[in-house]
């Protein structure tokens, strides 16, 4: 077995043991095979190496005990498993003590930009020596890296969960400022109180409502091509409203104001429709109501000329 944390006798031979064994274990896991994320498809046991280097400490280590010593790694969703438990969790060949070391050196970066065995040796006392040769017989440095890695895709996913959330009620939003400004509108157009409304309000509005429903799903506040068409819809409205309020107070005008009042009402409700805030029911019943009304309009101008 490996020497212990807590043996006290000649500290120097065990040094030169654990020194001896990490230059070993370097030298061989130099020749296994990284992914792209510099994670290794396998990684040396330093049991079969202490054993062999023990009762043979001239000889080279032959091909039959390195692949002994070759244990495999598998992956999942890129992140490295063996026996079931991440690669930066204990080995089976690790003494709890070294584990402990390892935990310790591996979670520095919680509550600092950088690792260190300067660090480490000043919270645990243990000689910088040491714990250098501990780290290449444990392959503390690509467990650690393969730790980052995991860190790094768990904070993407709360990342991607917190932008889904935000999206979701960004969507909330969109919907109860469109449900609003078409209830609205439809209060305005029954009561003629439409043509009092201020432009640039209503363009307001629903600027800001069609860039908030364009982000809530994801998509540019404004289409690279839809600058024009909204240039378009600002002038029709702006056109419209101001002749309104220019004729509304206009006796001669009273029945051009009403029909101007209820083209207009489609154009912004057609806006309204294209930034998919209408649905289909509320444009019939909103068609029905205005077929209706210029009916009635036309029979009174009718029982006017008679």
């Known amino acids: 077995m490996l020497l212990k944390l807590s043996d006290t006798n000649k500290p120097d031979k065990k040094l030169k043991i654990l020194?001896?064994?990490?230059?070993?274990?370097?030298?061989?896991?130099?020749?296994?095979?990284?992914?792209?994320?510099?994670?290794?498809?396998?990684?040396?046991?330093p049991q079969v190496i202490l054993e062999f280097i023990t009762k043979f400490p001239n000889d080279e280590?032959?091909?039959?005990?390195?692949?002994e010593a070759t244990i495999n790694i598998d992956y999942l969703e890129?992140?490295?498993?063996?026996?079931g438990l991440p690669f930066w969790e204990r080995l089976d060949c690790e003494p709890l003590d070294y584990y402990k070391l390892f935990k310790l050196y591996r979670d520095q970066?919680?509550?600092?930009?950088?690792?260190?065995?300067?660090?480490?040796?000043?919270?645990?006392?243990i000689q910088v020596s040491y714990?250098?040769?501990?780290?290449?017989i444990y392959h503390w440095q690509p467990r650690a890296l393969a730790y980052d890695t995991y860190k790094k895709i768990e904070l993407e996913k709360v990342r991607n969960k917190e932008i889904k959330e935000l999206e979701s009620n960004h969507l909330k939003a969109a919907k109860k400022i469109f449900d609003y400004c078409v209830d609205y509108?439809?209060?305005?157009?029954?009561?003629?109180?439409?043509?009092?409304m201020p432009p640039s309000q209503i363009i307001d509005w629903w600027e800001k409502a069609a860039k908030l429903g364009r982000l809530s799903l994801g998509m540019p506040s404004d289409k690279p091509n839809e600058s024009t068409q909204i240039n378009q819809n600002k002038v029709v409205i702006e056109k419209q409203l101001n002749f309104n309020q220019?004729?509304?107070n206009n006796?001669?005008?009273k029945n051009l104001t009403i029909n101007a009042d209820k083209k207009f009402l489609q154009e912004v409700m057609d806006i309204l429709t294209t930034a998919k805030a209408l649905p289909k029911e509320i444009i019939a019943e909103q068609q029905v109501k205005e077929q209706t009304e210029i009916q009635i309009i036309e029979a009174d101008e009718i029982t006017n000329d008679k």
């Open 185 to 196: 509108f439809e209060k305005l157009a029954t009561t003629n109180e439409i043509a009092k």
């Open 19 to 45: 020194a001896l064994l990490s230059n070993n274990i370097k030298q061989l896991q130099q020749n296994m095979q990284l992914n792209d994320n510099n994670l290794p498809f396998s990684y040396i046991d």
């Open 78 to 83: 890129e992140l490295p498993i063996i026996n």
């Open 246 to 248: 220019t004729n509304q």
């Open 109 to 125: 970066k919680n509550t600092d930009s950088t690792r260190s065995f300067e660090n480490l040796k000043n919270t645990t006392g």
């Open 251 to 253: 006796p001669n005008q």
């Open 131 to 136: 714990l250098h040769a501990l780290s290449g």
């Open 61 to 67: 280590i032959p091909q039959r005990i390195i692949e």
